[in-house]
């Protein structure tokens, strides 16, 4: 349970902190890409925005699918950061799942991906957000490498994890 004081700047550091995990639990996309990336609409190719979700296609995207499973809460406020809890579905197997299945198409790959996030465990993680409060106006950085992998279920160090074993194999390659 989060506890402040009664002071006007921790309720409204409280209020502000809240704002993005309102936008996480109510499956706004379009709030959580300003949250994150600072501005809207930030996937201009279609193929790209189709597949990974974007404010237009907020229900058919990848990052949706994930956020549907998703809860996240305040787990600590102090003078320098927020610590917030995410449960998100696990996928930091998927690419080595994927791998082993064969013969897939461009849409039977994003059938496998939807129902292995539907399928995952949950894996919760606490993140740091440092955060400012000056002259009564918020600022956090909410595109930090560790907040992103916790609310996409450690997806990207999954995709990290797989591009560096491809270039292993690939210099494996061609040492031969």
């Known amino acids: 349970m989060l506890c402040l004081s009664a002071c006007g700047e ?9 704002k993005i995990v309102e936008a996480i639990n109510n499956k706004d996309m379009y709030s959580l890409e300003i949250f994150v990336f ?5 996937v201009v190719d279609e193929a790209v925005a189709e597949f990974f ?6 229900e058919k995207g990848i990052i949706y699918k994930i ?3 998703e809860t996240i809460e305040i787990s600590e406020v102090t003078d320098e950061h927020i610590v917030y809890e995410i449960t998100a579905p696990d996928l930091s197997d998927v690419f080595n799942e994927i791998i082993k299945t064969e013969n897939l198409t461009a849409d039977s790959f994003k059938e496998y991906f939807y129902s292995y996030i ?3 465990g949950m894996v919760k993680t606490k993140v740091e957000i440092p955060y400012t409060y000056k002259e009564e106006v918020f600022t956090a950085d909410y595109s930090t490498p560790d907040f992103l992998n916790s609310i996409t279920g450690n997806l990207i160090t999954a995709y990290q994890n797989l591009i560096q074993q491809m270039l292993q194999e690939n210099s494996v390659e061609e040492t031969e």
Do not use: L
């Not at 600072?38 to 930030?42: A, K, Q």
């Open 10 to 18: 921790d309720k409204n550091i409280e209020a502000e902190a809240m």
């Open 38 to 42: 600072g501005v809207e609409n930030t």
């Open 67 to 69: 956020i549907e499973k």
């Open 53 to 58: 979700c974007d404010s237009e296609n907020d």
């Open 118 to 120: 539907v399928t995952a």
